[in-house]
């Protein structure tokens, strides 16, 4: 069942490891099929190397198991709430990459700062609220999940076009089209919070880039008229 979707995710959480991203098994991947209202995601604990197809885990949105044989992710629940609060993203992907998880530790959003920012993040990263000790109780994942949706929603930040967030306490999670999309955005935004924390060194007062050059770089790339890459 959904064997490309299977190799895809599969493919998109043995790049965590080799991109640098993860140590050991510190991040997921999963990725969707709408139609189906299926999801893959990696199963808990398992080596990056020694994952295959085969042992991704598909769940349906109402969060129940329907192939598989190992134990999904622990961040299952956090992934199924974004599924299912934005139908517009295909692949979500989570990680405690060591610069975007300093930003989240220290609850301070990675502001954009140049235009290797602008061209994947429209603006600043947000940091979200930790959790309360009610919530870790109840059901700590998915109120995880339901705090990324709550600050997304009070703010009116579009998911589409801030693909990832900084939650407090935690670290990273970065969404996209697709399982392979998403990874590509924790790339970046690793990439963006080393060059933030290097920026910062060198220039404690370095100011957000002027919002003119964040909007050309931002929708020559993702905008209607974008003209970035190749047509398809």
């Not at 991040?27 to 893959?40: A, L, M």
């Not at 085969?54 to 109402?62: H, K, P, R, S």
């Not at 930790?130 to 930040?157: C, K, R, S």
């Given at each position: 069942?959904?064997?490309?979707?299977?190799?895809?995710?599969?493919?998109?959480?043995?790049?965590?490891?080799?991109?640098?991203?993860v140590?050991?098994?510190?991040?997921?991947?999963?990725?969707?099929?709408r139609?189906?209202?299926?999801?893959?995601?990696?199963?808990s604990?398992?080596?990056?190397?020694?994952?295959?197809?085969e042992?991704?885990?598909?769940?349906?949105?109402?969060?129940k198991?329907?192939?598989?044989?190992?134990?999904?992710?622990?961040?299952?629940?956090?992934?199924?709430?974004?599924y299912?609060a934005?139908?517009?993203?295909g692949?979500?992907?989570?990680?405690?990459?060591?610069?975007?998880?300093?930003?989240?530790?220290?609850?301070?959003?990675?502001?954009?700062?140049?235009?290797?920012?602008?061209d994947?993040?429209?603006?600043?990263?947000?940091?979200?609220?930790?959790?309360?000790?009610?919530e870790?109780?109840?059901?700590?994942?998915?109120?995880?999940?339901?705090?990324?949706?709550?600050?997304?929603?009070?703010?009116?930040?579009?998911?589409?076009?801030?693909?990832a967030?900084?939650?407090?306490?935690?670290?990273?999670f970065?969404?996209?089209?697709?399982?392979?999309?998403?990874?590509?955005?924790?790339?970046?935004l690793?990439?963006?919070?080393?060059?933030?924390?290097?920026?910062?060194?060198?220039?404690?007062n370095?100011?957000?880039?002027?919002?003119?050059?964040?909007?050309?770089?931002?929708?020559r790339?993702h905008?209607a008229?974008?003209?970035?890459?190749?047509a398809?």
């Amino acid at each position: 069942m959904l064997e490309e979707l299977r190799q895809e995710i599969c493919a998109a959480n043995q790049l965590l490891e080799s991109s640098g991203l993860v140590k050991l098994t510190f991040g997921n991947v999963s990725g969707i099929d709408r139609d189906q209202g299926v999801f893959g995601i990696k199963p808990s604990g398992v080596a990056y190397d020694d994952l295959t197809p085969e042992q991704i885990v598909l769940i349906d949105l109402d969060g129940k198991v329907v192939e598989g044989d190992l134990r999904p992710s622990s961040d299952t629940k956090t992934h199924l709430e974004l599924y299912r609060a934005w139908p517009s993203i295909g692949g979500v992907t989570h990680t405690h990459s060591i610069h975007a998880t300093s930003f989240a530790q220290a609850g301070h959003a990675l502001p954009c700062l140049g235009t290797t920012h602008a061209d994947h993040f429209y603006g600043e990263v947000p940091v979200c609220r930790p959790l309360t000790p009610e919530e870790v109780e109840q059901d700590y994942e998915a109120h995880t999940g339901l705090a990324i949706i709550e600050h997304f929603a009070q703010h009116h930040i579009d998911p589409t076009t801030m693909p990832a967030v900084l939650q407090q306490h935690h670290a990273p999670f970065t969404w996209g089209k697709n399982a392979m999309d998403s990874i590509k955005n924790s790339i970046a935004l690793e990439v963006c919070a080393e060059m933030a924390l290097a920026t910062f060194q060198l220039q404690p007062n370095t100011e957000a880039i002027p919002a003119h050059i964040l909007e050309k770089h931002h929708q020559r790339k993702h905008g209607a008229n974008a003209y970035y890459g190749q047509a398809k």
